[in-house]
């Protein structure tokens, strides 16, 4: 029987990142799929303006629960962009009660230091609550701080704060350390701390948590050691950040260049 991986992301018309750049890795990775969009968006949340959103809320509610009649199982659940505090607690009782494999959440809400536009404060102690049901979580240095509540501690410490409040192993992601973007893995269970780390490129780039996270996720349901898993998604993902490097700062942010990426996928899957 088909148990296909669950992505559950914003749909952006414009902007190749999200539920987009996830199906497209997934599909590289010949991994069966199933999505449902968190939200509707005209464009990412970053680069064009507010963007014209469209609520599914709703639709999940009634999709969820269609899921659970039928007794849907799934090999594992994805969750990226959610918005609102509302949609993260409709996820978090799904999550408890849906029938499914590990669950990896990339808690997007901000970066840079700060909330991304349109994304109100109550979404941290929802979000919160959401990654104590996850089995990994990957989030950037920015997340990591608004859900421990540490502003100030080094990574290690913090790294180390977060694992006392939560029992996933966690990734965090896109930490900039001199010439190097270095990728942290706190296996909990263990308190044993690895790092992958690929080459820092000037500017920002727009999706790389997405591509990372989908990446990641990807790997270890095909068997991978999560530690293998997070080597593997941190080259790959080098792959598509040096193609979408020779763009200029402009025109990143429709997200990354994935031609490679995904030739380079095939290659070793």
Not at 120 to 133: E, F, N, V, Y
Not at 171 to 191: F, M, P
Not at 240 to 256: D, I, M, N, W, Y
Request: charged share 15%; proline share 5%; hydrophobic share 45%.
């Amino acid at each position: 029987m088909i148990k296909p991986t669950l992505i559950i992301q914003d749909l952006s018309a414009v902007g190749q990142i999200s539920l987009t750049v996830a199906t497209a890795i997934f599909q590289a990775l010949d991994l069966p799929i199933a999505t449902a969009p968190s939200t509707l968006l005209s464009t990412q949340t970053e680069g064009f303006g507010t963007p014209v959103e469209l609520d599914t809320t709703a639709w999940l509610d009634r999709s969820f629960r269609h899921w659970q009649e039928n007794q849907l199982a799934f090999n594992g659940v994805l969750v990226g962009y959610l918005g609102t505090a509302d949609r993260i607690k409709q996820l978090t009782e799904w999550v408890r009660n849906g029938q499914r494999g590990p669950v990896v959440i990339d808690p997007v809400m901000g970066d840079s230091g700060s909330l991304y536009p349109g994304i109100k404060s109550a979404i941290i102690p929802a979000m919160r609550d959401l990654c104590r049901q996850a089995d990994i979580i990957t989030p950037n240095l920015t997340e990591l701080r608004l859900l421990t509540g540490e502003n100030e501690l080094s990574v290690h410490d913090l790294l180390a704060a977060a694992g006392e409040m939560f029992e996933a192993e966690i990734v965090l992601t896109g930490v900039r350390e001199g010439q190097l973007v270095n990728t942290y893995l706190l296996a909990t269970g263990e308190k044993k701390l690895t790092v992958a780390s690929s080459p820092c490129y000037p500017g920002h780039f727009f999706g790389t948590g997405d591509a990372f996270s989908a990446l990641l996720t990807g790997w270890y349901l095909k068997g991978l050691p999560l530690t293998s898993a997070v080597q593997r998604a941190t080259a790959d993902l080098q792959v598509a950040v040096e193609q979408t490097a020779a763009l200029p700062q402009s025109e990143r942010k429709f997200g990354l260049q994935t031609a490679a990426l995904l030739r380079h996928i095939l290659t070793e899957s």
